[in-house]
């Protein structure tokens, strides 16, 4: 776990990650919060809060006396929004180091270039 | 929620010195609580006056609605887990687990023995042949398999290597999700428990100086290092909870920071770290004495 950051929210990212790459397919159920709090030895309280975060913002749906579940078409929405925020995240303080560095605009699409075909 | 353990105003003296100092705090029922502080902060003071071992000098308790002391309505649904827990030396393991459903109504004799076997206790060997570690597995399995709705660990595991230690964590989280109640710990290994706590209750010198959940507590500080000039600027007009440097390099610990303050520290070429809930309580607990003296 991140230290800087509140572990509600990194459970959270953990299950949309999970999402994203296909380990949760969607309309599949979700580990129960007692499960998430014993796999990453946290307070199950926690566990809850970061599973209803996903909750709130339709990603989960519960379904009464049986669990969580993840919601069609979740994938999509998350993918969307990550998008959104890869801008933020990692596109500027890539560029921001690369001009630290002295490396050019060219360079460094050279250097996309050759990692993707690495 | 309901408070289940409600402190007000409570001071404990013996002779000059006020080992708990005006201190008030409530506890919310089914949740885990660190309580953490330096030796000698009054940790386990405040503990027997929760579970009416000792008397407070002034103020009041309340534990489940009621006062504690001598009260067996409370006290049954109590454990209290004891850094050095005295046993009869020619008793056994064996003796005291049976003896325990006569304390603890709730006790689940099943479950002790599946912790007998996770901690490997000899159950048949005599007391006074046990490794300080193995009595401590003792009162850890008397903690968990009591299920006493309210739960007191006091250094529960003193001599318990890390395995032993890692065991008690996940058998305390298992249970609790499964047995919700109230356990209350008290360590100095606050890295290795720091996930675990719902809330924070840090003591020092017999006062209250963090009582917080512990989601809000992390990200509460954070370390900026840089060139001493840049980190002067930005810490300038800031709460500085330590300061340290080497050469041309400072580095100052600061209270929370805002999203537009830590990309403006970035710009600046500041480096951000976070810090430690137990980084944390060092560094807010080691003020030195004479402080205290002069401040009282």
């Known amino acids: ?118 | 929620m309901t408070a289940l353990i409600e402190v007000n105003n409570l001071t404990k003296r013996f002779g000059k010195l006020a080992a708990i100092n005006n201190v008030s705090f409530t506890v919310e029922e089914n949740t885990i609580h660190g309580l953490l502080g330096r030796n000698g902060a009054g940790k386990t003071t405040l503990m027997q006056l929760l579970t009416g071992q000792e008397f407070a000098t002034s103020g009041s308790i309340r534990v489940f609605g009621e006062s504690p002391v001598e009260n067996a309505r409370v006290l049954n649904k109590v454990c209290f887990v004891k850094e050095s827990q005295k046993y009869p030396e020619d008793f056994t393991a064996t003796h005291v687990f049976r003896s325990a459903p006569w304390f603890f109504p709730a006790w689940d004799a099943d479950y002790a023995q599946r912790l007998i076997a996770d901690f490997r206790l000899p159950v048949g060997r005599r007391i006074k042949k046990l490794s300080r570690g193995q009595l401590s597995s003792i009162g850890v399995i008397v903690g968990l398999a009591s299920r006493a709705p309210l739960t007191f660990f006091d250094e529960p595991y003193l001599g318990l290597d890390a395995v032993a230690r890692q065991i008690f964590y996940d058998r305390l989280l298992e249970d609790y999700a499964e047995h919700p109640r109230t356990v209350i710990l008290s360590t100095h290994l606050i890295d290795e428990v720091s996930d675990l706590l719902e809330n924070v209750l840090v003591l020092n010198d017999g006062e209250v100086i963090i009582d917080s959940d512990a989601e809000s507590l992390r990200g509460s500080a954070t370390t900026v290092v840089g060139k001493r000039s840049d980190v002067e600027a930005f810490a300038a007009h800031r709460e500085i909870l330590h300061r340290d440097g080497i050469g041309g390099i400072a580095t100052v610990t600061v209270a929370r920071l805002s999203d537009t303050e830590r990309s403006e520290a970035l710009a600046r070429g500041l480096e951000l770290s976070p810090v430690s809930l137990q980084q944390l309580i060092v560094q807010k607990t080691k003020a030195p004495s004479q402080e205290f003296e002069q401040s009282a």
């Not at chain 1, 030895?41 to 566990?47: H, L, V, Y």
């Not at chain 1, 970061?50 to 049986?66: P, S």
């Open chain 1, 1 to 118: 776990m991140d230290e800087s950051r509140p572990i509600f929210v990194q459970i959270a990212e953990q299950i949309e990650n999970d999402i994203l790459s296909g380990t949760l397919p969607e309309e599949a159920q979700v580990p129960s919060t007692n499960e998430f709090a014993a796999f990453y030895r946290i307070n199950p309280a926690t566990a809850g809060k970061g599973v209803n975060l996903l909750v709130e913002a339709g990603i989960l749906y519960k379904k009464r006396g049986i669990g969580m579940f993840v919601t069609s078409g979740s994938r999509a929405r998350l993918v969307t929004q990550r998008r959104e925020e890869f801008h933020t995240e990692y596109l500027r303080p890539l560029v921001a180091e690369a001009a630290k560095l002295g490396i050019t605009q060219h360079q460094l699409a050279d250097m996309i270039r050759e990692e993707k075909s690495a």
